[in-house]
């Protein structure tokens, strides 16, 4: 590979690598004399499917010179970073000659924008349409689309790329304003709205002929920024819930903060990124998605932000001692799985293993349920341990917490299962 190439490369995968819209695992491990294998951090990361499957993507920007001044961005026009532009030829040659080597299974497109948000579309569009008419590409394509980009060119998009996708980034029109003066939300939604209408129309053209196009056929996604500005977890969850009654949007991906411009005076003075309250939005998300729950349930008026030391579902279930116990032998699908400890596998199962004869602890243990945090919320044929009726939701609360309470502001990692 060319050393102008590589260098490119170096320059545009690490510009890319704050978009979380699809997870990067960030690795630098070169290879030995005796060794196999070379990973860098080449932009190289890995996204999961619907089914589970972990693929890898060459997640990388077009260019990262940018018209825009985002103040949460690193590669705002003001900022005095290394620049480069990859040509739509060179970056088609780049794909293909990673897939060839088995680097990676798909791609993940961003840019900067350049004289205007269509000038720029269109040379992302030459990428992906270079790549599956000229190279025969099939492999999955994530395309980011342009704030205030034109319909006809959403249009082309969606022809080639599997999934679309257009960043949200702040929440709420008025703070968007403040830290994204060249962008508004209409620019953000107009285009979403275009992705779903071509999305349904495509949907139903393929109905009656088999050949027509297919429409961006993994949907759409967005991307909300936490925690630079100051809506609530009431906000955003609010948010996503309007987000996913859209039929074709997919996923919203909530993005930590990161403080990569501290000398900005809008933006508030973190010291990490807000990966647990992260970590808590995606499981909230899950409530919404999976789990039946209601938006109001999860957040309110009265509890407008989300425990950061105990998860969305269990905060409802203490809250909510009336609902319990759950007899695990008579209750429907949805009483079980409103249960802390027991996932969707687990209430599955639980509904069709009852079938067969009246369920024990033991029974329960086999299924997979967590009995640690299940035992105060259910009620089964050998039932012994105390109801949260008997032991107080208080009590509860102390005996399922993590010893050490995190307050917030003091954010850390926790394992997402999504
Ligand atoms: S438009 Fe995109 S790349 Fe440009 S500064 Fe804003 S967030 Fe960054």
Redesign the pocket.
Known sequence: MRKEIIDKLVILAESAKYDISCASSGTTRNNTSQGIGNANGWGICHSYTEDGRCVALLKIMLTNF?L???AY?I??RSNDIPRAAFSPKELANLTIEFYRRNYIEGLFLSS??IKNPDHTMERMINVVKLLRTEHQYNGYIHMKTIPGASKELTYQAGLYADRLSINLEIPTEQNLKLL?PEKDHQSIYKPMHHIQQYTLESKEDRKKHRNAPRFAPAGQSTQIIIGATNETDKDILNLTSVLYQRPTMKRVYYSGFIPVNEYDKRLPVVKDVPKLRENRLYQADWLLRFYQFNVNEIVNDLHPELELDIDPKLSWALRHPEYFPVDVNRASYEQILRVPGIGIKSARMIVSARQHGALTLNALKRIGVVLKRAQYFIHCRDKSMLTIHEAKPENVRLALIAPTPIPRGQPEQLSIGF
């Open positions: 940018c825009y001044d985002c961005c590669n705002r900067g924008i994204a």
